[in-house]
C-alpha cells in the first residue's frame, strides 16, 4: 500500500519557524505532484500549497505567500513545507497529498493518497 507521513509539527511561538516534512513509502514521490493542505478545528480543510512533480512550479496560498516555502528532496523521496514568521492564524493539522496529474490548492478531491496528518500549534 503506498502511503505518505508527514512530521515536524509542533507546538511554537508567533513569529517562529517549523519545517514540516512529507515522506513516500512503496512509491517514488519525483513522478507526482504534492500539496499540503491544513485544517484548524471546526474549519474546512483549506489548500496551503503545492509543487509540481518537476519541482519547477510551486503555488501558494495568499494567506501564506512570502512566509511558506515549498522544497522537494528527490533522494530522500521527501517533499519539505518551511513554515516562518508562524501566526495563531497558521494552527491545524497540517495534511500533505499526492497527485500524478497536476498540483491543485482550490481542491482537495482531485489528491491520490493522503498522510495521516502532523499537528501545528502556535501559540504563546
Known amino acids: 500500500q503506498l502511503q505518505l507521513a508527514e512530521s515536524g509539527g509542533d507546538l511554537v511561538q508567533p513569529g517562529g519557524s517549523l519545517r514540516l516534512a512529507c515522506v513516500a513509502s512503496?512509491?517514488?514521490?519525483?513522478?507526482?505532484?504534492i500539496g499540503w493542505f491544513r485544517q484548524a478545528p471546526g474549519k474546512e480543510r483549506e489548500g496551503v500549497a503545492c509543487?509540481?512533480?518537476?519541482?519547477?512550479?510551486?503555488y501558494y496560498a495568499d494567506s501564506v505567500k512570502g512566509r511558506f516555502t515549498l522544497s522537494r528532496d528527490n533522494a530522500k523521496n521527501t517533499v519539505y513545507l518551511l513554515m516562518n514568521s508562524l501566526e495563531a492564524e497558521d494552527t491545524g493539522v497540517y495534511y500533505c497529498?499526492?497527485?500524478?496529474?497536476?498540483?491543485?490548492?482550490?481542491?482537495?478531491?482531485?489528491?491520490?493518497?493522503w498522510g495521516q496528518g502532523t499537528q501545528v500549534t502556535v501559540s504563546s
Open positions: 497529498a499526492a497527485d500524478q496529474i497536476g498540483c491543485y490548492l482550490s481542491t482537495d478531491s482531485e489528491y491520490d493518497y
Open positions: 512503496r512509491f517514488t514521490l519525483r513522478y507526482y505532484a
Open positions: 509543487i509540481t512533480s518537476n519541482g519547477d512550479h510551486a
